[in-house]
């Protein structure tokens, strides 16, 4: 079913997302509205357009797809479900995600992940085609952001200045060279090995197969992990991941 | 009502500009358009716009923009206007009666040139004469407020929404090469006319997206070179703040912004040595004019516009680059309303974007 979004403010587009009984819905015309999909269940939503702010906050298990770039803050607070971008994304995408997956395939802005978490079964995802602004994983707290950097120069890191600051759980896996040079100092680089390499691997694939892309070649590529060092008591303090 | 400093509002905002790069003229519709579908954004307690290349058959003359509590406020406003300025022109500022907008100040405007006897006497350039003669209003005439005092440009700025505020004002009269606009949400100071954004003074105008919490400090320093703070808001100050650096220290709008939004110094310690020596030598010179707090703002000017955001970047800004006319805006949607085309990118933290205008890069 299509719902056609011109002139619907946000409150009036999530009642009828809400009070419709197709469980397959496209979007037409988006233009700004917020809250799209907020604390939705069980839905398929196709977007076209520009959706506002805070698209799929509190997320409980729906899928949105959108074709095109979202703003800020998609997924914040999302618990599960699933969010494809086939563009770009703004600022704070994934801000305290506890779970489900988010799939991006151009760039993201500053402060993706920040504070994300997880929680025994709950193991929320991110996974970037392009680059990442600064301030990646700020905080994080559990799950795992893959920045894929596909079509940046071999030598550059995907990632702005100051990624995983405090960071104290979790994992951010970037394809590239050669890690950042501006890490703090609780948080280590290393190639991803060993179960690392199981989440990596199984990521990349559910991304391509997203958008259509062969993942071998990529499964090729050099990944460096990034994680809070485990000498540093916090982790253990706070997250039993 | 209370005003600034009796009453604290807890609290986005959202800031939207337009430029032309082929010479042809944008109507003031466009901006309301744009401005208007960041409703959300802003909660009807201010809206305002400034548009350039609006005054084309005054430009030689600064064009005062005034609200007035009452006709006695503006005898005596007018009294100090005729006796510092040639007034060619005067009127009401053209506006429509709007259900929401309400309270409205009288709002008048003159065109007008420095009196050369009081020009050559105060021993000023022409353009600090006019600016002082704006604060002693803003400072000595209670009731009269000087809003808008650049040549061929205008602020219109109101309590309300910004889509209701260009209605009333008739924004789809204008024409202009330049046009920002701006939402209020306002945070800790209460909404009213004159604490609307843009803040003017000459030709820079602001419209600012933000709180910013080196206001006292910044305060502080340019008090000692004469700006009067009057209005006990974070965004006058930034307009001061720009006005001091490129209009009197000569500064570029570049290192203006390097000194604004200044590079870590963890950042400038990794620097090749002529540029660590540069930026220290910013940070140092210009300490107190550091902007620190959530910031994204368009400093308007004549010729053309800067985008800015704080240098950890706490606020959205996105930018479509395009040859004939290029947007900048808190959210893609208020660009994708009016352009459905032009890429957009969003600048790196304390990375200014400067757009000029055809004219300029003619």
């Not at chain 2, 910004?162 to 701006?182: K, N, S």
């Amino acid at each position: 079913m299509t719902i056609w979004t011109e002139g619907l403010d946000f409150q009036a587009l999530g009642e009828r997302i809400r009070h419709s009984q197709a469980q397959e819905l496209e979007l037409e015309g988006v233009l700004g509205q917020r809250y799209i999909g907020a604390g939705l269940r069980d839905k398929r939503l196709r977007i076209r357009g520009v959706p506002g702010n805070a698209l799929g906050a509190y997320m409980d298990g729906a899928q949105l797809r959108v074709e095109g770039n979202a703003q800020d803050a998609v997924g914040d607070t999302m618990n599960d479900g699933e969010i494809v971008v086939e563009g770009s994304c703004g600022d704070a995408l994934g801000y305290a995600m506890r779970g489900g997956s988010i799939f991006v395939r151009g760039d993201v802005g500053y402060r993706c992940g920040i504070h994300m978490k997880a929680y025994r079964e709950k193991q929320p995802r991110i996974v970037i085609g392009g680059r990442a602004g600064s301030f990646l994983g700020e905080y994080q707290a559990g799950g795992r952001i893959l920045v894929l950097g596909l079509g940046l120069e071999e030598e550059q890191p995907p990632v702005g200045a100051f990624p995983a600051m405090g960071q104290h759980g979790g994992a951010i896996f970037l394809r590239c060279r050669r890690p950042p040079q501006d890490l703090p100092a609780q948080v280590t680089a290393k190639p991803a090995d060993g179960e690392e390499l199981r989440w990596l691997q199984g990521d990349l694939r559910d991304f391509c197969q997203r958008f259509g892309l062969d993942p071998e070649p990529l499964l090729a590529d050099e990944y460096w992990c990034l994680r809070p060092n485990t000498e540093n008591p916090y982790q253990r303090l706070y997250t039993p991941y | 009502m209370m005003r600034e400093g009796q009453v604290h509002i807890p609290a986005g905002c959202a800031i939207s500009g337009i430029i032309s790069h082929d010479g042809s003229d944008i109507g003031g519709e466009d901006i309301v358009r744009s401005i208007a579908v960041m409703h959300d954004r802003s909660n009807g307690l201010g809206g305002g716009f400034a548009g350039y290349g609006i005054y084309p058959q005054y430009k030689e003359y600064y064009a005062l923009h005034l609200f007035y509590d009452d006709e006695r406020a503006k005898s005596a406003c007018e009294a100090f206007i005729q006796a510092h300025f040639d007034v060619v022109n005067l009127s009401r500022i053209p506006t429509r009666k709007h259900k929401r907008i309400q309270n409205e100040p009288l709002l008048w405007r003159y065109f007008v040139q420095p009196l050369p006897t009081k020009l050559q006497e105060s021993q000023l350039d022409e353009r600090e004469f006019v600016a002082r003669c704006v604060f002693r209003v803003n400072t000595d005439i209670p009731g009269a407020y000087v809003f808008s005092s650049g040549k061929n440009m205008g602020v219109f700025k109101a309590a309300g929404y910004p889509e209701d505020v260009g209605e009333f004002f008739r924004l789809e009269e204008y024409r202009g090469y330049l046009w920002t606009a701006h939402g209020r949400y306002p945070t800790n100071t209460p909404g009213w006319w004159g604490g609307a954004h843009p803040f003017a003074l000459l030709d820079y105008s602001i419209v600012h997206n933000g709180e910013i919490s080196s206001y006292d400090a910044n305060r502080r320093f340019l008090e000692m070179f004469g700006y009067a703070c009057t209005l006990l808001t974070d965004t006058e100050v930034i307009t001061y703040l720009f006005d001091f650096l490129v209009r009197r220290q000569g500064l570029t709008l570049q290192e203006a912004a390097q000194v604004a939004a200044a590079p870590f110094w963890s950042q400038i310690e990794r620097m090749e040595p002529a540029e660590r020596e540069r930026l220290t030598y910013l940070r140092n010179m210009f300490a107190s004019l550091l902007i620190t707090g959530p910031f994204s703002i368009l400093l308007g000017f004549e010729g053309g516009m800067m985008a800015l955001n704080d240098r950890l970047k706490l606020r959205s800004m996105v930018i479509a680059r395009g040859s004939k006319r290029s947007y900048v805006a808190s959210e893609e949607c208020a660009i994708r309303v009016l352009d459905r085309e032009t890429p957009v990118f969003s600048p790196e933290g304390g990375q200014p974007v400067i757009l000029y205008a055809k004219r300029k890069e003619a």
